[in-house]
């Protein structure tokens, strides 16, 4: 069975810096990777998507790589802004493709 | 392009009773799937549908069905409501299934009292 780890559970960081939000998977054997941002009460936001093939995708100031061989996906930010504030989650699809979800890296970025 | 919607927003049940969510994808997307958030189990897959078909199952009760009707639009239904179904469903549409991008909807807050 397919799990994920998201660390650290919290973090809280000044406005301007880069930071690395990781997720861990126990099987390899995935389809493809996806992050997301939730803000408090609301449904997803998708930020991006790495295929199995890929090593990794960038959107603006976001960066995501995959490593399957070692378990790993990280999300970068680039010069974090308050606005970036919320809960990212990742999430994996198998070749089930049924989709499991870290429990998340909840964010603040005080100005 | 309008988004996922999902109605109604926030509902109260008692225990016993039965309800009906509902989900409209975004248009094209053919694919919806629905997904359970607690505080304490995070986000669970519930089901996916496709083609009108229930393509994948999560690992979760019998009480929880659905159905997906000819223009992609998706209901969900709870019967015999437990406290323990309090959460936020939350629906997502992709324009196939197998692990395309998923767009959320905001979700519908059900309250078990």
């Known amino acids: 069975k397919q799990e994920v780890t998201q660390i650290p559970a919290a973090l809280s960081v000044p406005e301007g810096e880069n930071l690395v939000l990781n997720c861990s998977f126990t099987?390899?054997?995935?389809?493809?990777l996806q992050w997301f941002r939730q803000d408090p009460g609301k449904g997803l936001t998708s930020l991006l998507l790495i295929q199995s093939s890929q090593r990794e995708q960038t959107s603006g100031r976001l960066n995501a790589s995959l490593d399957k061989s070692s378990g790993r996906s990280t999300l970068y930010i680039a010069a974090s802004q308050p606005g970036d504030s919320a809960t990212y989650l990742c999430?994996?699809?198998?070749?089930?493709?049924?989709?499991?979800f870290g429990r998340g890296t909840s964010l603040i970025v005080h100005p | 392009k309008a988004g996922v919607t999902q109605t109604p927003r926030y509902l109260i049940k008692t225990r016993g009773q039965q309800v009906t969510l509902s989900c409209s994808p975004i248009s094209g997307h053919r694919s919806v799937s629905w997904y359970q958030q607690t505080p304490g189990q995070g986000l669970q897959f519930l089901f996916e549908?496709?083609?009108?078909?229930?393509?994948n199952k999560g690992n979760f009760p019998g009480r929880f069905s659905g159905r997906q009707f000819s223009n992609s639009r998706s209901e969900m239904n709870v019967s015999t409501l437990e406290l323990g179904d309090s959460a936020l469903y939350l629906c997502?549409?992709?324009?196939?299934?197998?692990?395309?991008?998923?767009?959320f909807g905001p979700g519908t807050r059900l309250t078990v009292l």
């Open positions: 099987d390899s054997a995935i389809y493809n």
């Open positions: 999430a994996l699809s198998g070749g089930s493709y049924i989709p499991t």
């Open positions: 997502a549409s992709s324009l196939d299934p197998g692990g395309d991008t998923q767009y």
């Open positions: 549908y496709f083609s009108e078909t229930q393509r």
